[in-house]
């Protein structure tokens, strides 16, 4: 099963107020898919592991350029302080990326 992270947004995702992701990358994935939510993917030292979260199901995946986020959007990503631009800007900052990058937005379900 495909490891997902949810580093940057941990405290969203436990409450479960994050019901939609926005990635670098996952062109490959599809409504129906089941990943693995974990704390971290990346940067684990030599013998650790990956703290599970819990189960995830696809509903609706699509590519589209980041700064198109909605103001619905921004609370589904579990930011419902923050504008449109505001997450625009927190998100590329954090992955390093243009404000317009294409980006998968992935919207999820909780198993």
């Given at each position: 099963?495909?490891?997902?992270?949810?580093?940057?947004?941990?405290?969203?995702?436990?409450?479960?107020t994050?019901?939609?992701?926005?990635?670098?990358?996952?062109?490959?994935?599809?409504?129906?898919?089941?990943?693995?939510a974990?704390e971290?993917?990346?940067?684990?030292?030599?013998?650790g592991?990956?703290?599970?979260?819990g189960?995830?199901?696809?509903?609706?995946?699509?590519?589209?350029?980041?700064?198109?986020?909605?103001?619905?959007?921004?609370?589904?990503?579990g930011?419902?302080?923050?504008t449109?631009?505001?997450?625009?800007?927190?998100?590329?900052?954090?992955?390093?990326?243009?404000?317009?990058?294409?980006?998968?937005?992935?919207?999820f379900?909780?198993l």
């Amino acid at each position: 099963m495909r490891h997902i992270s949810f580093s940057a947004t941990l405290p969203q995702f436990r409450a479960r107020t994050k019901t939609v992701t926005r990635r670098l990358g996952w062109k490959c994935l599809k409504a129906g898919d089941v990943l693995m939510a974990v704390e971290q993917t990346m940067g684990i030292p030599k013998g650790g592991h990956q703290e599970p979260l819990g189960k995830i199901e696809v509903v609706s995946v699509r590519r589209e350029p980041l700064n198109d986020i909605t103001p619905d959007d921004v609370p589904l990503e579990g930011f419902p302080w923050l504008t449109p631009l505001a997450f625009v800007k927190f998100f590329a900052s954090n992955f390093r990326c243009a404000e317009n990058a294409t980006v998968t937005r992935i919207e999820f379900k909780y198993l």
